[in-house]
């Protein structure tokens, strides 16, 4: 299995693209920027199979529109909680930076803690964990050796929680969590920055 990431234009927020060269099918998390992504999947002769979504702020959801109208077959994964925010401008931010911006697709599928999600065969999968305090709706994927944090975990980096969903305590919590529960090899794919090893990581709480 392969990563690559993406850094777009809001924000510098991560995209992530992950494939196995000898499958068609790629999956995305968090995207943003949907040309750059359009180019590679040309190039590379791939289709996007699905959606994974570690949380419902503008910055990590603005290209799900445009990978859903050119496949419209595709799965959007998210938490429970993120549904408000998905179809809600206000909550997800969009309508403060005047680029007002709802999911068009009604059909999410909801995973919660300790959920899998079959992505490639010989058994891939992303685990699902709960990992509030940025928002409530926060959730981290598990694949393989990596571990995608949107903006649960960032290297080097204060956790923002002033917003009103946020909570500084549970993102404590949940980095924690991360920390005491994956081996130091772990590789940390965060929502912003840099990937690293947890082992090597730099946190600022």
């Not at 693209?17 to 590679?40: A, C, H, N, T």
């Not at 529960?181 to 730099?202: F, S």
């Amino acid at each position: 299995m392969l990563v690559i990431k993406f850094t777009n234009s809001i924000f510098s927020s991560n995209t992530y693209l992950i494939y196995r060269e000898e499958e068609k099918d790629v999956w995305l998390i968090d995207p943003g920027d949907s040309s750059q992504i359009f180019k590679w999947l040309k190039i590379n002769d791939k289709i996007i199979k699905g959606i994974l979504l570690t949380h419902y702020h503008i910055d990590h959801i603005y290209g799900v529109n445009d990978f859903y109208e050119e496949y419209p077959g595709l799965k959007i994964y998210a938490s429970e909680q993120s549904l408000v925010g998905l179809f809600s401008e206000k909550l997800n931010g969009s309508y403060y930076m005047e680029m007002p911006y709802v999911l068009t697709c009604k059909k999410i599928q909801i995973v919660d803690a300790n959920s899998e999600i079959n992505l490639f065969e010989n058994n891939i999968k992303a685990l699902v964990l709960y990992t509030p305090g940025h928002n409530n709706d926060c959730i981290s994927f598990e694949i393989g050796k990596y571990l995608f944090t949107g903006d649960a975990l960032i290297p080097g980096v204060k956790i923002h929680t002033k917003s009103k969903l946020g909570d500084k305590l549970l993102a404590l919590e949940s980095i924690d969590r991360i920390v005491n529960q994956y081996a130091r090899d772990t590789i940390i794919c965060p929502g912003h920055g840099y990937i690293c090893l947890l082992g090597d990581l730099v946190i600022d709480k």
